[in-house]
T-cell receptor, first 114, second 115 residues
Framework: KNQVEQSPQSLIILEGKNCTLQ??????????LRWYKQDTGRGPVSLTI?????NTKSNGRYTATLDADTKQSSLHITASQLSDSASYIC?????????????FGRGTQLTVWP | EADIYQTPRYLVIGTGKKITLECSQT?????MYWYQQDPGMELHLIHY???????EKGDLSSESTVSRIRTEHFPLTLESARPSHTSQYLC??????????????FGDGTRLSIL
Protein backbone atom coordinates (compact mmCIF):
# COMPACT_ATOMS: atom_id res chain seq x y z
CA LYS A 1 0.00 0.00 0.00
CA ASN A 2 1.38 3.37 -1.02
CA GLN A 3 1.83 5.58 2.01
CA VAL A 4 3.40 8.83 3.13
CA GLU A 5 4.35 9.17 6.80
CA GLN A 6 5.45 12.46 8.35
CA SER A 7 7.18 13.18 11.63
CA PRO A 8 6.92 14.75 14.04
CA GLN A 9 3.16 15.23 14.12
CA SER A 10 3.68 18.61 15.79
CA LEU A 11 6.64 20.77 16.68
CA ILE A 12 7.13 23.95 18.69
CA ILE A 13 10.27 26.05 18.24
CA LEU A 14 11.43 29.52 19.18
CA GLU A 15 11.70 32.27 16.61
CA GLY A 16 15.10 32.32 14.94
CA LYS A 17 15.80 28.63 15.47
CA ASN A 18 16.19 26.02 12.74
CA CYS A 19 14.12 22.87 12.40
CA THR A 20 13.86 19.78 10.22
CA LEU A 21 10.70 17.93 9.27
CA GLN A 22 10.76 14.34 8.04
CA UNK A 23 8.84 12.44 5.40
CA UNK A 24 9.08 8.71 4.66
CA UNK A 25 7.19 7.16 1.77
CA UNK A 26 6.53 3.78 0.19
CA UNK A 27 5.03 5.09 -3.07
CA UNK A 28 6.15 3.21 -6.16
CA UNK A 29 6.83 3.90 -8.96
CA UNK A 30 8.08 7.28 -7.83
CA UNK A 31 7.67 10.43 -9.92
CA UNK A 32 8.24 13.40 -7.65
CA LEU A 33 7.96 14.64 -4.09
CA ARG A 34 6.42 17.94 -3.11
CA TRP A 35 6.36 19.95 0.07
CA TYR A 36 3.41 22.24 0.70
CA LYS A 37 2.80 24.84 3.40
CA GLN A 38 -0.77 25.20 4.62
CA ASP A 39 -1.63 28.16 6.82
CA THR A 40 -4.65 27.78 9.09
CA GLY A 41 -7.84 28.34 7.10
CA ARG A 42 -6.01 28.51 3.77
CA GLY A 43 -5.23 26.14 0.94
CA PRO A 44 -1.80 24.47 0.59
CA VAL A 45 0.91 26.42 -1.21
CA SER A 46 3.72 24.62 -3.04
CA LEU A 47 7.21 25.11 -1.60
CA THR A 48 9.33 22.65 -3.60
CA ILE A 49 9.05 19.82 -6.11
CA UNK A 50 11.85 17.27 -6.53
CA UNK A 51 12.16 14.52 -9.11
CA UNK A 52 14.07 11.26 -8.78
CA UNK A 53 17.34 12.82 -9.96
CA UNK A 54 17.26 15.78 -7.58
CA ASN A 55 18.49 15.43 -4.01
CA THR A 56 18.15 18.99 -2.79
CA LYS A 57 16.12 22.05 -3.64
CA SER A 58 15.83 25.40 -1.90
CA ASN A 59 13.16 28.06 -1.76
CA GLY A 60 14.39 30.93 0.38
CA ARG A 61 14.76 29.70 3.95
CA TYR A 62 13.24 26.32 3.03
CA THR A 63 15.55 23.51 1.84
CA ALA A 64 14.18 20.12 0.90
CA THR A 65 16.29 16.99 0.51
CA LEU A 66 15.42 13.71 -1.12
CA ASP A 67 17.00 10.27 -0.82
CA ALA A 68 15.17 8.18 -3.39
CA ASP A 69 17.08 5.04 -2.36
CA THR A 70 15.85 5.11 1.23
CA LYS A 71 12.59 6.85 0.24
CA GLN A 72 13.09 9.67 2.69
CA SER A 73 12.79 13.42 2.43
CA SER A 74 13.33 16.26 4.83
CA LEU A 75 12.36 19.90 4.90
CA HIS A 76 14.79 22.19 6.72
CA ILE A 77 13.65 25.63 7.82
CA THR A 78 16.38 28.11 8.64
CA ALA A 79 16.04 31.09 11.00
CA SER A 80 12.37 30.47 11.65
CA GLN A 81 9.87 33.31 11.68
CA LEU A 82 6.46 33.62 13.29
CA SER A 83 4.91 33.39 9.81
CA ASP A 84 6.37 29.90 9.43
CA SER A 85 3.70 28.64 11.83
CA ALA A 86 1.65 26.32 9.62
CA SER A 87 1.11 22.72 8.63
CA TYR A 88 3.77 21.33 6.29
CA ILE A 89 2.53 18.58 4.02
CA CYS A 90 4.65 16.05 2.14
CA UNK A 91 3.08 14.80 -1.11
CA UNK A 92 4.44 12.04 -3.33
CA UNK A 93 3.37 11.49 -6.93
CA UNK A 94 3.61 8.17 -8.77
CA UNK A 95 4.18 7.47 -12.44
CA UNK A 96 1.40 4.92 -12.64
CA UNK A 97 -1.11 7.02 -14.50
CA UNK A 98 -1.54 10.12 -16.60
CA UNK A 99 -3.10 11.79 -13.59
CA UNK A 100 0.11 11.43 -11.58
CA UNK A 101 -1.66 10.14 -8.52
CA UNK A 102 -0.80 12.17 -5.42
CA UNK A 103 -0.31 10.60 -1.99
CA PHE A 104 -0.61 13.04 0.89
CA GLY A 105 0.94 12.88 4.34
CA ARG A 106 -1.02 14.15 7.33
CA GLY A 107 1.36 17.05 7.81
CA THR A 108 3.58 18.37 10.58
CA GLN A 109 2.01 21.21 12.55
CA LEU A 110 4.79 23.75 13.24
CA THR A 111 4.35 26.49 15.80
CA VAL A 112 6.94 29.24 16.10
CA TRP A 113 6.93 31.15 19.38
CA PRO A 114 8.39 34.63 19.84
CA GLU B 1 -0.20 33.51 -5.66
CA ALA B 2 -2.36 31.33 -7.88
CA ASP B 3 -5.69 32.67 -9.06
CA ILE B 4 -8.13 30.04 -7.89
CA TYR B 5 -11.19 31.06 -5.97
CA GLN B 6 -13.67 29.17 -3.86
CA THR B 7 -17.02 30.36 -2.55
CA PRO B 8 -18.42 30.36 -0.01
CA ARG B 9 -15.52 30.22 2.44
CA TYR B 10 -17.81 29.02 5.21
CA LEU B 11 -21.26 27.43 5.06
CA VAL B 12 -23.48 26.22 7.89
CA ILE B 13 -26.68 24.62 6.66
CA GLY B 14 -29.34 22.15 7.70
CA THR B 15 -29.67 18.51 6.75
CA GLY B 16 -31.39 17.74 3.46
CA LYS B 17 -30.47 20.97 1.68
CA LYS B 18 -28.95 21.05 -1.78
CA ILE B 19 -25.50 22.67 -1.77
CA THR B 20 -23.21 23.86 -4.55
CA LEU B 21 -19.61 24.76 -3.79
CA GLU B 22 -18.09 27.04 -6.40
CA CYS B 23 -14.54 26.89 -7.74
CA SER B 24 -13.10 29.10 -10.46
CA GLN B 25 -9.59 29.58 -11.82
CA THR B 26 -8.30 32.24 -14.18
CA UNK B 27 -5.09 30.48 -15.24
CA UNK B 28 -6.59 28.50 -18.12
CA UNK B 29 -5.60 25.22 -16.47
CA UNK B 30 -7.03 22.05 -17.97
CA UNK B 31 -6.81 19.86 -14.87
CA MET B 32 -8.98 20.60 -11.85
CA TYR B 33 -9.49 18.67 -8.62
CA TRP B 34 -11.68 18.52 -5.52
CA TYR B 35 -10.23 17.30 -2.24
CA GLN B 36 -11.80 16.66 1.15
CA GLN B 37 -9.76 17.40 4.27
CA ASP B 38 -10.68 16.71 7.89
CA PRO B 39 -8.68 18.26 10.78
CA GLY B 40 -5.29 16.62 11.26
CA MET B 41 -5.87 14.26 8.36
CA GLU B 42 -4.50 13.98 4.85
CA LEU B 43 -6.26 15.36 1.77
CA HIS B 44 -8.42 12.87 -0.10
CA LEU B 45 -9.19 13.25 -3.80
CA ILE B 46 -12.94 13.04 -4.45
CA HIS B 47 -13.26 14.32 -8.05
CA TYR B 48 -11.03 15.44 -10.91
CA UNK B 49 -11.33 16.70 -14.45
CA UNK B 50 -8.92 16.72 -17.40
CA UNK B 51 -10.87 19.39 -19.25
CA UNK B 52 -14.29 20.51 -20.43
CA UNK B 53 -16.91 17.74 -20.28
CA UNK B 54 -14.42 15.42 -18.52
CA UNK B 55 -15.08 14.38 -14.92
CA GLU B 56 -13.93 11.38 -12.91
CA LYS B 57 -14.41 10.14 -9.37
CA GLY B 58 -11.38 10.15 -7.11
CA ASP B 59 -10.14 7.74 -4.49
CA LEU B 60 -12.51 8.66 -1.70
CA SER B 61 -16.12 7.69 -2.23
CA SER B 62 -18.27 10.78 -2.19
CA GLU B 63 -21.97 11.41 -2.63
CA SER B 64 -21.18 14.69 -4.35
CA THR B 65 -21.21 15.33 -8.09
CA VAL B 66 -19.24 17.75 -10.26
CA SER B 67 -19.54 19.33 -13.69
CA ARG B 68 -17.06 20.97 -16.09
CA ILE B 69 -18.94 22.98 -18.67
CA ARG B 70 -16.30 25.72 -18.85
CA THR B 71 -12.53 25.44 -18.43
CA GLU B 72 -12.44 27.93 -15.59
CA HIS B 73 -15.36 26.59 -13.56
CA PHE B 74 -15.62 23.31 -11.59
CA PRO B 75 -18.56 23.34 -9.15
CA LEU B 76 -19.28 20.57 -6.66
CA THR B 77 -22.86 19.72 -5.70
CA LEU B 78 -24.40 17.81 -2.80
CA GLU B 79 -28.04 17.02 -3.60
CA SER B 80 -29.05 16.36 0.00
CA ALA B 81 -26.57 17.36 2.68
CA ARG B 82 -26.00 15.16 5.74
CA PRO B 83 -23.94 15.71 8.91
CA SER B 84 -21.38 13.21 7.56
CA HIS B 85 -20.61 15.72 4.79
CA THR B 86 -19.19 18.16 7.34
CA SER B 87 -15.60 18.79 6.26
CA GLN B 88 -13.30 21.18 4.44
CA TYR B 89 -13.43 21.03 0.64
CA LEU B 90 -10.40 22.21 -1.32
CA CYS B 91 -10.34 22.88 -5.05
CA UNK B 92 -7.09 22.76 -7.04
CA UNK B 93 -5.89 23.12 -10.61
CA UNK B 94 -2.76 22.36 -12.64
CA UNK B 95 -1.46 22.94 -16.15
CA UNK B 96 -1.71 19.69 -18.12
CA UNK B 97 0.90 20.75 -20.66
CA UNK B 98 3.57 20.91 -17.97
CA UNK B 99 3.29 17.22 -17.22
CA UNK B 100 3.33 15.49 -13.91
CA UNK B 101 5.80 17.83 -12.23
CA UNK B 102 3.49 20.80 -12.25
CA UNK B 103 2.43 21.89 -8.76
CA UNK B 104 -1.23 21.92 -8.02
CA UNK B 105 -2.54 25.36 -7.09
CA PHE B 106 -5.12 25.29 -4.33
CA GLY B 107 -7.98 27.55 -3.39
CA ASP B 108 -8.52 28.51 0.24
CA GLY B 109 -11.30 25.97 0.67
CA THR B 110 -14.90 25.89 1.81
CA ARG B 111 -15.50 24.82 5.38
CA LEU B 112 -18.88 23.08 5.36
CA SER B 113 -20.91 22.29 8.47
CA ILE B 114 -24.16 20.34 8.21
CA LEU B 115 -26.42 20.57 11.22
Amino acid sequence: KNQVEQSPQSLIILEGKNCTLQCNYTVSPFSNLRWYKQDTGRGPVSLTIMTFSENTKSNGRYTATLDADTKQSSLHITASQLSDSASYICVVSDRGSTLGRLYFGRGTQLTVWP
Amino acid sequence: EADIYQTPRYLVIGTGKKITLECSQTMGHDKMYWYQQDPGMELHLIHYSYGVNSTEKGDLSSESTVSRIRTEHFPLTLESARPSHTSQYLCASSDQDSGLNQPQHFGDGTRLSIL
